[in-house]
């Protein structure tokens, strides 16, 4: 049994939260258990995690993280290469590109298209009022369309001492609009930094930070929903359908939620 499997049962023993998840070592050392309780050992765990140097996310449910792990476990030269890439990554030019990439034209057309087909399809715009409201919930312990919780959900459990190096283990990213690993170690680190962000939850296209200084004012909302946009369209152009919409919904969110196409 590896060092993590045997630091997580002594967690177990003695925090509650714990004791309904089963303990999973192959390639990957994992917990399993009720989605309804998913969030819970997700504190649990995350409360010791700097002094445990692991590092808990939920996955999903239970056989769903789909592109989530790779074929093969990043190696130790491989992490070293994405840590390599994000230090010498010019974060501010890499968000300067992606805005220049954006074709606003397309996607004023586009959000008309589908305030049309909200319009048509689900009694207008009230259903997107509800995207705009501050967020307080994850989704990776839940189906996202019932709302109904998994009957078991995985955490994933990784050997780092803080949830922003978890993109590098995983060599998380670069397919799609998804970006490349570099601009999630260097994104989620200065969103550490700034709003004590902790990457809670990851699937192969869901990413979910948890929030313990959110914004509290528009000016400041804009600004990072400038960046979030850059990082993530998807969450605006197939979601809240403006940047104005995005600032208002982070205010005071405590849960930021990313999807890529």
């Known amino acids: 049994m590896d060092s993590i499997a ?6 177990q023993a003695k925090d509650q939260r714990l004791q309904g998840f089963k303990l999973s070592t192959d390639q990957w050392t994992r917990l399993r258990g009720p989605g309804t309780d998913v ?3 997700w504190e649990a765990l995350r409360a010791e995690a700097l002094a445990m140097k692991v590092w808990p996310v939920i996955t999903g449910q239970v056989g769903q993280a789909g592109l989530l792990y790779p074929e093969h476990r990043a190696d130790l030269t491989e992490i070293e290469r994405h840590f390599a890439e994000a ?4 974060l501010a030019g890499w968000i300067q590109t992606q805005w220049q990439d954006i074709n606003q ?4 057309a586009d959000a008309a298209d589908f305030e049309a087909e909200l319009e048509d399809e689900l009694g207008g715009m009230g259903q997107l009022a509800n995207l705009i409201q501050p967020n307080h919930r994850t989704c ?5 369309l019932t709302q109904t919780f998994h009957a078991e959900a995985e955490i994933l459990l990784l050997p780092v001492g803080h949830s922003w190096e978890i993109p590098a283990h995983l060599s998380y990213g670069d397919w799609n609009a998804c970006p490349p690993t570099a601009v999630h170690l260097r994104l989620l680190e200065d969103w550490y930094l700034k709003y004590e962000a902790d990457l809670i939850g990851l699937s192969g296209d869901v990413m979910e930070l948890k929030i313990r200084k959110p ?3 528009m000016d400041s909302a804009l600004k990072l929903a400038r960046v979030q946009y850059a990082f993530c369209p998807d969450i ?6 403006s940047i104005e919409n995005l600032a208002s919904s982070l205010i005071d969110s405590t849960i930021w939620y990313f999807w890529w196409d």
Do not use: H, N, S
């Not at 230090?87 to 010019?90: F, N, V």
């Open 6 to 11: 045997q630091q997580i049962q002594a967690l």
């Open 39 to 41: 969030v819970a050992a």
């Open 87 to 90: 230090r010498a990554l010019d």
């Open 105 to 108: 034209a397309d996607f004023a």
């Open 236 to 241: 605006v152009e197939q979601g809240v359908m």
């Open 215 to 217: 914004v509290t004012d």
């Open 140 to 144: 990776l312990d839940r189906d996202l």
